[in-house]
Each structure stands twice: as structure tokens, then as C-alpha cells.
């Protein structure tokens, strides 16, 4: 398939990831449009990518295979209220913001082929993961142009949409976990003794490569661990730190918890 064109509705962090990404996949500027709440916003980007980026909901809309909603949930009324008469059937809306369900999108835009999907920051690098939902009137061929643009950073999955709040925790908000890992290792490694530029070096890629390893791998993470564990060891010494201290419940409790404010944000975030 190629290149859907593609309008980007919000173009934060997110957006602008995707807008990046989008062009290093082999998108033309002419391909896609921005849209910015600030027109000092569109001017920066516009100059920076070359991608045309105004200030109109409607007008980037317009005509575009592909509309992807990409502001805060408590935005999204406001943006679907703004692109509701300029959309026609043929046109696939991809909202990305957190909570917001498949059934209030589709009764505020009925009839419009809709994709509720849940990227992660990772996309900057072209290492994104995606989840996605297809609503009640996205036929195969429009969850398939989604997740063309959507696969361009990164992998896609299609799930049912009662799964996206759970996801939103794990991969959507996933990168957070690895990052806060990754400050409070290199906080202890300079406990240990170990200077700040080789504790950041030591942590960095340690996370990169035992994310490849788990990549390549065909051991689970569990198999992979006990590879570096051996009994009375120094990991065995950590693991038994890390347990007794209630790392997994712990953890357990940050996705629930990342999961439930994915649903509250969802049910304020729209109005019909
Ligand atoms: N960041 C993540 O890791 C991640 C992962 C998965 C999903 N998401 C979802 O993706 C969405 C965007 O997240 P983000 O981190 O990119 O947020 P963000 O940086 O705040 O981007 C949202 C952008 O939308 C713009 N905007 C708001 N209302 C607008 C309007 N009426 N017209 C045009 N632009 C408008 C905002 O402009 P202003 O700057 O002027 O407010 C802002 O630049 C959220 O719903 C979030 O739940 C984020």
C-alpha cells in the first residue's frame, strides 16, 4: 500500500513524533498536513518539517485519507465537534488520546470509519508499539490504511477496544517505567562509586541490549533471568532485595492504577 495522506489534529509531542516519523518512512511533506492550536506553533513546524501546519481543524481535515486525533482527552470534543461537517465516509479517523471510547467518538461522528489506537513514545525512534480498535464502520480496508500510518513507527496489534485502557498502562505508558528504572539504577551506581558519565553509559545500554535480548530471544523474561542468576549469587542477592520489597506487587498496582485514570480521563473526556 502506499502513502495514505495523512492530517495530524494536535500537534503536540505525539503529533509531531508521528509527523517525524511519518517523512522518515518516505511520506512527502505534500502528504500530510498540521494542525496547531497556535499559529507560532505552525510557523516552527512548518519551517522545521516542511509539512504545511495551520490552525484550522476543519481545513486540515478536509480530504485526508487519514485524520488523526492527537490532543489531550478533554480536547477531543472540541476537535471532533470542529471536523464533524467536513468529513466524508471514505475518510478513516484515527483518534489516539487516552480513554476516549469507540462508542462516544462514533455516536458523535456517526457512520465515520473509526480507529481508537494507543502508541508509545518509543515511535521517535521508529520502535513504537500500537494497539489499535477498530470501531463498528472501519472495514478491513481502513483498519489496514491505519495501520499502514500507524505501523510506519513501529509495530501495530489490533485488539477489542475493552483492552486499550490495560494497554494505555503497559506500553502506552510503559516507557516511563523503563525510564524511572533507568534514573534510580544510575542513582545507585553513583552511590557505588561509579562517575556519572559511566553510570549513564553502564545503565543505557544494559536497558537497550537486554531489550534486544528479550526481542531475539526465543527464552521468556523469566528463562533470561535465571540465566544471569545463579544461586547464592550477586543477581540472586538483588532479585531477593527487589521481592521482599514488593517490586511486583508494586508494580501490579502502578498499571492498575494507569489503567484506571485511562478510564476516568475517557469518561470526562467528551460530551455528545
Ligand atoms: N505522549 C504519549 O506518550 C502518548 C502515548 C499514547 C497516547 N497519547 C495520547 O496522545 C494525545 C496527545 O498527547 P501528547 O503527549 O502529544 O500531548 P500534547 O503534547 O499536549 O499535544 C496535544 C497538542 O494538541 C494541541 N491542541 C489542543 N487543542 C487543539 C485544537 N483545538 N486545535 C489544534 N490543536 C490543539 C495542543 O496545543 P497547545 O500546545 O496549544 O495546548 C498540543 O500541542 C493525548 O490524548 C494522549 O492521551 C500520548
Given at each position: 500500500m502506499d502513502h495514505p495522506t495523512v492530517a495530524i489534529l494536535g500537534a503536540g509531542s505525539l503529533g509531531e513524533i508521528f509527523a517525524r516519523g511519518l517523512l522518515r518512512a518516505?511520506?512527502?511533506?505534500?502528504?500530510l498536513v498540521l494542525v496547531t492550536r497556535r499559529a507560532e506553533r505552525a510557523s516552527d513546524l512548518q519551517k522545521e518539517t516542511a509539512i504545511s501546519s495551520i490552525t484550522s481543524l476543519a481545513a486540515g481535515a478536509e480530504g485526508r485519507e487519514v485524520v488523526i486525533i492527537s490532543v489531550k482527552p478533554n480536547d477531543t470534543s472540541t476537535v471532533v465537534s470542529q471536523i464533524r461537517e467536513c468529513l466524508t465516509p471514505d475518510q478513516v479517523v484515527v483518534c489516539l488520546a487516552a480513554g476516549v471510547e469507540l462508542a462516544t467518538l462514533e455516536s458523535a461522528l456517526p457512520g465515520q470509519p473509526i480507529i481508537r489506537a494507543m502508541p508509545n513514545t518509543p515511535s521517535a525512534v521508529d520502535l513504537g508499539m500500537t494497539a489499535l480498535a477498530a470501531g463498528t464502520s472501519a472495514s478491513n480496508a481502513h483498519i489496514a490504511r491505519a495501520r499502514v500510518v500507524l505501523g510506519a513507527v513501529g509495530e501495530t496489534i489490533e485488539l477489542s477496544e475493552d483492552l486499550l485502557d490495560a494497554v494505555t498502562a503497559v506500553s502506552g505508558t510503559g516507557p516511563a517505567y523503563v525510564f524511572l528504572l533507568a534514573e534510580a539504577l544510575i542513582e545507585a551506581a553513583i552511590r557505588e562509586g561509579l562517575p556519572h558519565h559511566a553510570a549513564e553509559k553502564l545503565v543505557y545500554q544494559t536497558i537497550r541490549g537486554s531489550g534486544e535480548l528479550l526481542f531475539q530471544s526465543d527464552k521468556s523474561a523469566f528463562r533470561l533471568r535465571g540465566q544471569v542468576t545463579?544461586?547464592?549469587?550477586t543477581t540472586a542477592a538483588a532479585m531477593h532485595v527487589l521481592e521482599e520489597g514488593g517490586f511486583r506487587a508494586l508494580m501490579e498496582d502502578a498499571v492498575q492504577s494507569a489503567a484506571n485514570r485511562s478510564r476516568e480521563l475517557g469518561k470526562r473526556a467528551i460530551d455528545t
Open positions: 518516505g511520506w512527502a511533506p505534500d502528504d545463579s544461586p547464592g549469587g
